[in-house]
């Protein structure tokens, strides 16, 4: 379960994601949004079946609104060609979930 305070900006990098690829992937295709527990965080990865990666990441406010909320959570960005099509794949840690255990009291 991911803690409140932080649905919000993960509710905004889905929205700018699939915006980006929407706008910028294909005419038609399907865009894949996931968000899976793997190795101890939650990954949300985004994936289409278009045009692949450009080769320059964009510079406009989508590509900077992403950017500062996933360092605001603490995660990474990464981009992978796909051999037809993106992914975009953010790694947050699992404190944002209440997926760690609590810290024993001493």
Known sequence: MVVPEQALS????V??????TLKRAFDEGHVEVTLARQNGELELSVTDNGKGCPQEVARGLGTQLIALLVDQLGGSIARYNQQQGCRVSIS?????AHLEKPDAEA
């Open 10 to 13: 993960l509710g905004l990098i």
């Open 15 to 20: 929205n700018e994601l699939v915006t980006s």
């Open 92 to 96: 947050l840690p699992a404190k944002i």
